[in-house]
Nanobody, 124 residues
Framework: QVQLVESGGGLVQAGGSLRLSCAASGRTFSRSVMGWFRQAPGKEREFVAAISLSGGRYIYADSVKGRFTISGDNAKNVVDLQMASLKPEDTAVYYC?????????????????WGQGTQVTVSS
């Protein structure tokens, strides 16, 4: 079994920054992909970013490219999401997810484990 615990959410003004962290436990993820998704009220959950912990490769949603940075520590099983230049439309519950796949993936179905989520609210 795998547990994912997110932290770092909160309230920030537009233009500000936040750093989310996801700690994984219960299994070795030496060749896994970890990602971040978000879900705004009344909307479907959407992909934000993903990183391959073994190769350091990453991908981003177009909506966050250039503003968000994903990073991972394979030894510590921790993945962070540094968010800058935040906009009100970034307001959502942010979820950490882990996949056993080797290739970077963007769809929810490709992820095997999920955290409980952390709220990010960006005020205008």
């Amino acid at each position: 079994q795998v547990q994912l615990v997110e932290s770092g959410g909160g309230l920030v003004q537009a233009g500000g920054s936040l750093r989310l962290s996801c700690a994984a436990s219960g299994r070795t993820f030496s060749r896994s992909v970890m990602g971040w998704f978000r879900q705004a009220p009344g909307k479907e959950r959407e992909f934000v970013a993903a990183i391959s912990l073994s190769g350091g490769r990453y991908i981003y949603a177009d909506s966050v490219k250039g503003r968000f940075t994903i990073s991972g520590d394979n030894a510590k099983n921790v993945v962070d999401l540094q968010m800058a230049s935040l906009k009100p439309e970034d307001t959502a519950v942010y979820y950490c997810a882990a996949s056993r796949r080797i290739l970077l993936v963007r769809t929810m179905a490709e992820y095997d484990y999920w955290g409980q989520g952390t709220q990010v609210t960006v005020s205008s």
